[in-house]
């Protein structure tokens, strides 16, 4: 019956099964194989996981939780998602990395598959918040027009009574219909060789 | 509308978040987040630097064209051009929640209520666009500065001016000379000749005055009023970004 120990060591308890369950389905180890690897330590579930993944997910999810629309945003809060924001990059790569030596390892002295395997989902879901945290889901909701185009008064498919915003720098003009500002909200623009962006 | 360079960096912005209502943007260059309204960097490396505002007008279509016939428009993108807001989008507007309110029924103003604010002069100010609209010039002051207000021939645009002539002393008073009963608004060759047109006369002098604040009869002939930025907003994001605003009551 094999025993099982924490990370450190310490033996928590023996007389789990899963090893012996295991083995008795893969019985092509040779004959000594099962006294062997009874003889191996067998260590507890992957826990060391879980604080990593939860700073991952909390630096992943608290900006979105508070830069959201329809919330009243207060300024202490807002402040502090916006600091996280700024800090999250080195602190995703490190947990990305923690999670990966940390699978090694538990990979390498952890015999039983199915623990491997929630280790592997562990240090994968890490893995994931930290390309999510890439990725600014605001960006992608309003569907920037990232590279506007301009055409002549007479092609302008837009109404007389329209209102547009309007700008004249260095003896050129450009006019942006509100109702696709609304939609857009911001265009990076260079009029009259100005670089400006036009907001709404 | 802003510059968008910032310590020798051309910026390229994207919507990156809300705050209260009011979009935050990132800039790719250094990560930073900039405030929409006021132009600031409120995180990032680039944090407390502002953007430098641009001078722009919110006219309608039909105005814009007749004063700037070589200018171009933004085209629509044909992916979602059909989900772009619709004619009575502002009206629609007015019954959405916002998440601030700084209600003030006794002076009319609800959270939606559309405004044109100014900040010059050391002071901000909020006049109401419906009664602009309806008085059609407004002499009021900013901070202790004279200013007029005055809608354009086609009774949608409005554009702001320093009350101050040069070589004139004080604010001189301006009258509406345009009838607006006899407007077309939506005639674009009435339109291109009433832009270039007087609308306005100051008492001073007896010059005339058109909408882009120029004299183009009188005295005054050649010379042009002082331009002030306004924005055009709602009450509570107005008064949100500007809490000592005070506001213009008929």
Redesign the interface.
Known sequence: MPAFYDLSGRPIGTGVAGAERKEKKNPDHGGNSLMERSSRRTVADPWFLIPIALVSFTALAYPIYVIRPFRHQGPRELAAALEVIQIRPPIELVCAICALLGLFWYWRVQPLDSRRRLAAAGAFLVCTFAVLSRVNIFEMMFHPDTHPLFVPIEQAKVDPDDMVMAVKLGGMAHAYPIRSMGYHHIINDVVGQEPIVATY | ?????SGGL????????????N????DDQT?S?WQ?ITGEA???PLRGRR?TL?????????L??AE??????????PK?AS?????D?EVRMKKA?T??SFADPARGLEPRTLLLGVQAFGASRAFPYDAVIQEKLVLDRVGEEPVLLVVGP?G??VRVFRDRIPGISGHPAFYRTLDDKQSH??D?AW?KQAVAAPLLMDEATGSEWNFQGCAVSGKETGLCLEPIEAIKDYWFDWRNYNPKTTVYVR
């Open positions: 509308m802003w510059t968008r360079e051309v910026l390229t912005f994207h919507l990156a978040g809300i705050n209260n209502q979009f935050l943007m990132r990560g987040y929409q409120v995180s990032g953007l641009v001078a722009s007008d919110e006219l309608s279509f039909g814009w064209a700037e016939p070589g200018g171009t428009v933004l085209k629509s993108v979602y989900d772009y807001e619709k004619k989008w929640r998440v601030l086609d949608e645009s608004p939506h674009p339109l």
